[in-house]
């Protein structure tokens, strides 16, 4: 979100699913959307089938991959890299879009110096790419007619995330590939109602509808007048800030809704210390968590999906009704009813408080929420904002406004280019470590496992270190055989998948079996300033087996 805020005003993707089945070209950069987002995927399949392009930048080839015309195995946490030399080679190419850039942008010549060094020939040896793949790559997407740029975690879960979004969206607005219909750059929300979390403010530098805290005095005066209270002009702490802030003793109290930290911090060692520290936990979850079991008092919440009315949010900013086909079981009670009688034992005075009337307040604070009322949602089967008034249909693409050339007004805010510098990852392959962790999904499970543990699939298989077949020949692995884990953090044990999908010197594994393998023991919480988020994608790790391997008997012996 940061990032597409920082370049375009608000943190959405700018595109519909319809669009990504028309596109001509749809690069998927850093994302497996065919096992973490496989709803998505379908509309990437369509689009594929209809003839679009496919090309994915991914350090494995995963399954997303297998259906592409182009997979660049890039190496881990080199992404800036690969896109100022794609950068290089469409403008030492002359296939800039002069007339956008030009009209409707900002920084251009400053951003052109930064990326004219990166040559073909660099960008091979930093990334690991073929020069002639880099040069592929670059003229399909600058000579296409509609192109999509979709990322998720691979680009963001690094110490630099946010450079990593602003390289992607340097490379839209170099060829012109955003505000018309069809092409467009999009991050793909990992969770149900991510997108929707943001724009109700639950990050910590904007109020509901992506108005700055600090910056927006116009907005801090209707929401204090709304809520009676003053806004305070001052950002607050992301969850890693929040992690710091409880080492130095600032935060001594925590509430924790619908998050399980203890499982899904990096270095999640230090991160249970500094919980089971608290002066006070409250959680309010579905499931025992992790978290919820060092917790003092546990508040149990209804299932969203199914025991709750209101809305949600999806990738593509459509706002739609969720509608309780289950009453909660025992004491669980909707997110909201807990929450605001907790604001009324506070002395807040809130008295009932109904999803209708949370809305009614949001559309009347948050202008791009404004003309969505509860019956149009109904009836239209969801909105994309942004939508002004009761006559707006919702908005399918962003950012058309950057093409009215002749209308300073209507153009509004033009679009800066960002120098973004290469940043290798912060935990160093050594010869200690020799071995570079990535972690991610796979299909059938999710996060940290509370919600998907508990049913079985027949595509579920128990956590594994997932290795080349080239390094487990070199370490002399074998499937199935238990090893030990080590980084610079700690130590796991898991047993060995050969995987022919991994190069040499990467290894994978994921987060959803912590009662196996605590995954997150081996992550650094190398954090990125902008963002918060922690660098889960890039660890230097190190395999030793538990057994020596049986001697070679004597005749055996060439």
């Known amino acids: 979100m940061v990032g597409l805020a920082t370049v375009f005003g608000a943190g959405g993707g700018t595109s519909s699913y319809e669009e990504v089945e028309n596109a001509d070209l749809i690069l998927l950069w850093g994302s497996n959307a065919r096992a973490a987002h496989p709803i998505f995927f379908h509309h990437v399949l369509k689009g594929v089938h209809a003839g679009a392009k496919l090309i994915v930048v991914d350090p494995r080839r995963t399954e997303s991959a297998e259906w592409a015309d182009l997979w660049l195995g890039i190496d881990v946490g080199t992404d800036i890299a690969l896109s100022n030399t794609i950068a290089r080679e469409i403008i030492a190419n002359d296939l800039q879009h002069h007339?956008?850039?030009?009209?409707?942008?900002?920084?251009f010549e400053e951003y052109r110096a930064s990326v004219m060094d990166w040559t073909l020939e660099r960008g091979e040896t930093v990334t690991g790419v073929p020069a002639e793949v880099i040069r592929e790559v670059a003229h399909a997407y600058a000579t296409a007619g509609r192109a999509q740029i979709c990322w998720t975690l691979g680009i963001t879960e690094h110490h630099n995330a946010v450079d990593n979004v602003l390289c992607l969206i340097n490379l839209g607005l170099l060829t012109g590939h955003v505000g018309t219909y069809g092409s467009g750059l999009n991050p793909l929300r990992g969770q149900n109602n991510v997108q929707g979390g943001g724009d109700m403010g639950a990050i910590p530098n904007k109020l509901p509808g992506f108005q700055d805290i600090e910056k927006d005095a116009g907005a801090r005066a209707r929401f204090g007048a709304a809520w009676g209270v003053p806004i305070i002009p001052r950002y607050g702490w992301t969850l890693?800030?929040?992690?710091?802030?409880?080492?130095?003793?600032?935060?001594?109290?925590?509430?924790?809704?619908?998050?399980?930290?203890?499982t899904s911090?990096?270095?999640?060692?230090?991160?249970?210390?500094?919980?089971?520290?608290?002066?006070?936990?409250?959680?309010?979850?579905?499931?025992?968590?992790?978290t919820a079991e060092m917790a003092d008092v546990v508040l149990p919440a209804s299932n969203a999906a199914f025991e709750s009315e209101g809305t949600v949010t999806n990738s593509e900013r459509r706002v739609q009704r969720v509608r309780a086909a289950l009453t909660p079981p025992g004491e669980a009670r909707d997110d909201i009813r807990i929450i605001a009688e907790l604001a009324d034992r506070l002395g807040a005075g809130w008295g009932e408080v109904t999803p209708f009337d949370a809305w009614e307040e949001l559309r009347s604070l948050s202008p791009m929420h404004a003309g969505m009322s509860w019956e149009r949602i109904e009836t239209l089967r969801g909105i994309q904002w942004p939508c002004p008034d009761e006559s707006h249909p919702g908005t399918?693409?962003?950012?058309?406004?950057?093409?009215?050339?002749?209308?300073?007004?209507?153009?509004?805010?033009?679009?800066?280019?960002?120098?973004?510098?290469?940043?290798?990852?912060?935990?160093?392959?050594?010869?200690?470590?020799?071995?570079?962790l990535t972690t991610g999904r796979r299909l059938e499970s999710f996060n940290t496992g509370a919600q998907t543990?508990?049913?079985?699939?027949?595509?579920?298989?128990p956590e594994t270190i997932d290795v080349s077949p080239e390094d487990a020949e070199h370490l002399f692995l074998s499937e199935g055989e238990r090893v030990r884990i080590s980084s610079r953090r700690g130590t796991v044990e898991a047993p060995v998948h050969v995987d022919p999908a991994l190069r040499p010197g990467l290894v994978f594994m994921t987060f959803h079996f912590p009662e196996q393998v605590e995954t997150n023991n081996l992550t650094i919480e190398a954090t990125d300033p902008k963002s918060g988020t922690a660098e889960f994608?890039?660890?230097a790790v190190r395999i030793d087996r538990l057994q020596e391997p049986a001697p070679v008997p004597a005749g055996d012996r060439e």
């Not at 210390?273 to 409250?282: A, F, G, K, R, V």
């Not at 962003?398 to 960002?418: C, N, T």
């Not at 543990?453 to 298989?461: I, N, V």
């Open 453 to 461: 543990r508990g049913y079985t699939s027949p595509l579920r298989r």
């Open 265 to 290: 911090e990096a270095d999640n060692q230090h991160a249970k210390h500094l919980l089971e520290n608290l002066d006070c936990l409250i959680v309010q979850d579905l499931f025992m968590t992790q």
């Open 537 to 539: 994608k890039a660890t």
């Open 240 to 262: 890693t800030q929040q992690f710091e802030a409880m080492e130095r003793g600032d935060i001594t109290a925590l509430y924790v809704i619908g998050e399980n930290p203890a």
């Open 99 to 107: 007339t956008f850039i030009d009209h409707a942008t900002t920084g």
């Open 396 to 436: 399918q693409f962003l950012h058309e406004r950057l093409w009215e050339f002749g209308d300073p007004e209507k153009q509004g805010a033009k679009a800066p280019f960002s120098v973004v510098v290469d940043d290798p990852p912060v935990d160093l392959l050594d010869a200690e470590f020799p071995l570079r």
